[in-house]
């Protein structure tokens, strides 16, 4: 545009506002320039005003110039409009302003946090005073404040995206529908999609599904001759997402849609060049994603020459993109492309075995880390550290991946913080994953041994810690000020979580999720895999977002205020009773109870035990032979005896198949190795604190004659519970045997086996006994706190997907799981052990998450109990029975648990039939005449062993005596 020198400002002004803001040229920015020098503010503040606000819509949108600068030049504008009292005077440039600024922020990430909070305050006050107005005006606004939220680098993101998900269904439900602001429909419904395609949280194949009917909506209202430029972005947008659509009747009929969408996003980019992809300089706007968070697990299980190309394919876009940012202008763009460009090289180097592949990739990652403070990016700084852990690992560069690794842990520590809800802190743990495994590996390596149990710790139960915290300073009989403050603190948390529960109950998409994971329970699967979806999610979807914007700030400040009870806590007079977990608190732990704790990793390059004994120097183990690989054969074996799936589904044909070599095999790669250099430091047991899928394996049954192995969950969890524990001679038991169901057989050898337990007068001061229709969480709580030992015998589930599901059945439809034991709704105040005889309960943690550790041993542990006797598959009942009475015997004679464990299980496998018939012929001594179906049982079980040979040895597999395991201190 050539303005005529005779033009007056208000002729100019009128040409500028003609101007498509994304079709502006450099030429129609300096005219505006020139308007703007013209204009008198003066004389014609609105003209001024108005001016500005098309100049900075021009930088903002046009493609001419540097993007960087124009961005900052934008901002400017729009700061310098609002720093006026606009919002009176002239209400549509104050909304325009207050916009832009979002818009700005959206597409600088460089931006600083205060920036970003002062936009969301102002956008607070747009939207207020736009609802019940013009519903296009508020659908603008809205739109912009939910892609403001989108891009966000610090804080709690998932609650972010789920604001930004309100607000984006609030402007749609105000358009009404297409027919009224068919642009506007379109776009709002086109930014819908591209938000369910980021969440992190819930079935992605839901996510996905859900994005893809948005965007479908998106583009029938976008058609090519009246949206060109819209259209495009929706199609390139379904391109990215089809190949994952679980709609589409095949795979290949999703590949065939994808390229059809991304062919005809082409071909309207080749008519009119306003449709093609935008730079990645445009941030979040360029909708085109780096290789730093990419999966490229797939490519190891490639042909070489397959996944060259990709590489190349993928390095070659790559490098124009790094080439075309500025890492002073666009930093934070520049540096996760430079990071995705090191981490394809990483991949490259490990295809072609290329030393100038891995030295280009450790210079980008270093360049991309030096270019991102952890403070105003942490995602990324993460994501950075943890690509340079994954090079230095793959090249065996210990000093490389070890404090990269150490340095990815601190971050997602602190975004761990920042989150709220469970499964949000949940997702922040599983984007954490290995770190501090490979961390502590590495320091190992190095040599740095208590670095590396530090880290090893670290990553223990990190879901728990704060109730772990919470129990020590109560059980540590801290100060009543103190004392009130936690339980304040955790109350409010924990009413909280149950009202978000409350909430996700009468969300469609959650019942689906829970669907999932109890059919990858009973299949042995991944849910991830289970693609069933919501084709229609119901009214109910909005209010229930709506309640989870409402309490996940209140939640979040909860944890807040109990992270500081307990800084305050550990700053007062009882501070000192809670151990800082480095190398010297975790020593204090094994000198308490008296034994080592081991630290045992799996990696690419082999094991390593980290041994912390009760009073010596650290000893590092290395079993190059014990690979990850290994781990991973162990536990899925073959088709035809497969461990995890046998242990799960409690096959006991196919687990009497998978152990024996299971067992074989660990007790020569690590265990025996293992306690023969522990036997030579004078120690005849150990506890294991296996991280990884290791802690998946019944390492304990490897262990040789003579030699004893238990497990904890954490040396921060054995602390907590030690602190308040006394030892006496008084022994007083809680015996609950064969609890009443409908849903459950009936146990009469559980009825007999607590009888006889509960028998054993001269042993027990006390002893109480439940049966049937009395057990019932309410009698167990009353009883729990004041006796020593608690003996279950009933049935229990373990629920691999669902943790906190797992549970003890009671009578009827009561149960006792380990939400229960974590919210205290039991104390065992004064008990020393817990033996719970029920189906997989020394099972803990959920299979993405196996350091967790959360199963009912754990929450055992937080209810006070310091040891716990379980097993780690469903047990056949005549071993079970067999193996509780004599355990006893065993646990009267040594008072260890750990040994009378060992001892138990090594007396079941070589006890004859003669032996066992004399035992079961002694149960039968402490029956009752009610007792008639126990007698019956009995009875069976007796004929059955006094028919076979007096020497055979019918419980010598592994299946019956290996399960039983013992946990704690």
Known sequence: ?????????????????????????????????????????????????????????????????????????????????????????????????????????????????????????????LVEHLRGGDPERLAVALGSYAQLLQSAHTGDRDENLARALALLQEAIAGLGDGERYPMRWSRAHHNLGTLYASLRLGDRSQNVDDAIRALGVALEWRPRNIDPVGRARTLRALASLLPEWSGADSYDEALVSAEACAREADEIAGVDPRAAPRPAAWGLLAGKQTALNGDLDDLLGTEPEAARARLELEIAHHRSVVGALSPDRERLQWAEWSGGLGRLLTRLAHVDHSAEAGNEAYDRLRQAIYAVPAASSPRLARDLYRAAGELGHQYALWDISYPAYSSALSISNFLFDEVATPDSRRQELVEARGFAQFAAYGAARVGNAEEAIRLAEASRSRSLIETMAANAFLAGHAPPEVRESLMTASSRVAALETELRSIEERDPRAVMRKMHRRLAEAVGADPEWIKHRLTDPGALSTNVIEDYVRV??????????????????????????????????????????????????????????????????????????????????????????????????????????????????????????????????????????????????????????????????????????????????????????????????????????????????????????????????????????????????????????????????????????????????????????????????????????????????????????????????????????????????????????????????????????????????????????????????????????????????????????????????
Not at 745 to 767: D, F, H, Y
Not at 810 to 821: F, I, V
Not at 926 to 947: F, G, H, I
Request: proline share 6%; net charge negative.
């Open 1 to 125: 545009m050539t303005a005529s020198p005779l033009s007056t400002p208000g002729d100019s002004l009128s040409r500028m506002r003609t101007i498509v803001p994304h079709l502006a040229t450099a030429e129609d920015m300096q005219q505006c320039e020139e308007l703007l020098g013209a204009i008198d503010p003066l004389v014609d503040f609105a003209a001024s005003v108005e001016a500005q606000a098309i100049l900075a819509t021009f930088l903002l949108e046009s493609r001419e110039g540097t993007r960087g600068q124009n961005v900052a030049r934008a901002f400017g504008i729009y700061r310098q409009m609002l720093s006026t009292d606009l919002r009176h005077p002239l209400p549509e440039a104050w909304e325009a302003a207050v916009i832009g600024i979002a818009n700005c922020l959206i597409a600088e990430p460089n931006a600083s946090l205060d920036a970003y909070e002062a936009a969301v305050r102002l956008l607070d006050q």
């Open 552 to 969: 996940t700030p209140q939640l979040r400040a909860a944890r807040t205020a109990l992270r500081q009870a307990l800084q305050a806590a550990r700053d007062g007079p009882a501070g000192a009773r809670v151990e800082s977990l480095d190398a010297q608190g975790i020593r204090a732990v094994a000198a308490s109870i008296g034994r080592p704790l081991v630290y045992l990793m799996a990696t690419t390059w082999g094991s390593v035990a980290l041994i912390v004994p009760p009073s010596a120097d650290i000893v590092t183990l290395r079993f190059d032979d014990a690979t990850s690989g290994f781990t991973r054969a162990l536990l899925h074996a073959s088709e035809d005896a497969s461990y995890e799936r046998s242990a799960n589904r409690g096959d006991v044909q196919e687990l009497t198949r998978a152990l024996p070599p299971i067992i074989d095999a660990l007790a020569g790669a690590v265990i025996h190795p293992l306690a023969n250099r522990l036997m030579e430091m004078g120690h005849d047991r150990a506890i294991l604190v296996p991280l990884g899928t290791l802690g998946q394996l019944p390492l304990h049954a490897a262990a040789p004659q003579g030699f004893s192995l238990g497990y904890a969950t954490s040396a921060r969890a054995l602390q907590a519970v030690l602190l308040s524990r006394t030892c006496g001679d008084r022994r007083s038991l809680l015996a609950v045997g064969n609890p009443r169901r409908t849903d459950e057989p009936s146990l009469p050898l559980a009825t007999a086996e607590v009888r006889v337990i509960a028998g054993m007068r001269q042993k027990w001061s006390t002893a109480s006994l439940f049966l049937g229709g009395e057990v019932r969480a309410q009698a167990l709580a009353s009883e729990a706190a004041s006796v020593t030992h608690l003996h279950f015998a009933g049935h229990g589930i373990f629920r691999p997907f669902e943790p906190l599901e797992s549970a003890l059945l009671l009578a009827d439809q009561d149960s006792l799981s380990l939400a229960d034991l974590l919210a205290g709704k039991v104390s065992f105040a004064s008990a020393r052990l817990a033996v719970m005889c029920a189906c997989r309960s020394a099972n803990v943690g959920d299979q993405v998450l196996p350091d967790e550790m959360l199963g009912l041993p754990t929450g055992m542990l937080l209810a006070g109990v310091p040891g716990v006797v379980g097993t780690m598959w469903p047990v056949e009942e005549r071993a079970s029975a067999i193996f509780s009475v004599r355990f006893y015997e065993e646990l009267f004679s040594c008072d260890d648990p750990l040994a009378a464990v060992a001892a138990t299980q090594r007396w079941l496998r070589d006890a004859s039939a003669e032996a066992l018939t004399a035992c079961v012929e002694a149960m039968r001594k402490s029956l009752v005449p009610s007792d008639e179906a126990v007698e019956k049982a009995l009875s069976r079980l007796w004929r059955d062993l006094a028919s076979r040979s007096p020497d055979e040895r019918p419980f010598g597999a592994p299946v019956y005596w290996a399960a039983f395991a013992y946990v704690g201190a």
